[in-house]
């Protein structure tokens, strides 16, 4: 199984930007998905996750400007980000809880730059 992830750069202030990240591999099914990022020299932070019955959470930082959906047709998870900040400058990764041949594990994405800067 793999989790390969999309749609970083850079973006003005104000800007947005779209994440996507699609698993791949031997899947029975996946769990919760989430987005975590860490901006440099800081620790890794959960930024939203979305259930498999697409109940979400947010970190209070982006609630109100990031949405996170999946299409489990696709095996994807995508963060739509709105009106970013500086502060949103960061390596953002995915992660997944996935049953692969009646194994359950969590994986990782390698990670998308998010450069917010005028």
């Known amino acids: 199984v793999q989790l390969q992830a999309s749609g970083g750069g850079l973006v003005q202030p104000g800007g947005s930007l779209r994440l996507s990240c699609a698993a791949s591999?031997?899947?029975?099914?996946?769990?919760?998905m989430s987005w975590y990022r860490q901006p440099p020299g800081k620790q890794r932070e959960l930024v939203a996750l979305?259930?498999?019955?697409?109940?979400?959470n947010y970190a209070d930082s982006v609630k109100g400007r990031f949405t996170v959906s999946r299409d489990n047709a696709k095996n994807t998870v995508y963060l739509q980000m709105n009106s970013l900040k500086p502060e949103d400058t960061a390596l953002y990764y995915c992660?997944?809880?996935?049953?692969?041949?009646?194994?359950?594990?969590?994986?990782w994405g390698q990670g998308t730059q998010v450069t917010v800067s005028s």
């Open positions: 591999g031997v899947i029975d099914s996946i769990n919760t």
């Open positions: 979305i259930t498999s019955s697409s109940n979400t």
């Open positions: 992660n997944a809880d996935i049953t692969s041949s009646w194994r359950r594990r969590n994986y």
